[in-house]
């Protein structure tokens, strides 16, 4: 039987509701792949996000190296998701170090429900749709959450 990783964009929801989507999708952790975890939507910074689901019993961990590049976050601003998926792989998961943080969240992913976090609510519009994808390779069912 397949783990199930949950992907969640928080663009539209507050903390409470993306706390209570994790929570009703049994999530035991967060993991954040924004590149930057700074946010001018209340609560969603990497402090105060972390402070909020730790409150709620839940687990943070913030993955900066899987974020995606500025150039990446241009297009999926820009609505192309081709270049964004092939900025994200090239810069990011078919280098050595994307492979290991790859390896890193398999192995976080295989102890415990997570959810990767980013802002696009739209996981087609997302660098965790690549992610998502990686992981079902691996074994991994996906489930996007909204809240």
Known sequence: MAKTLFTIGYEGLDPERLTAALRDAGVARLTDVRAVANSRKRGFSKGALKA???EA???YDHY????TPKAGRQAARAHDAALMRKIYCEEV???ADGGLALDRLVDLAERAPICLLCFERDPERCHRRVLAERLEAKGFATVDLFG
């Open 57 to 59: 019993g839940l687990g």
């Open 64 to 67: 900066r190296s899987l974020g």
């Open 52 to 54: 909020g689901l730790e």
């Open 93 to 95: 998961l078919d280098t």
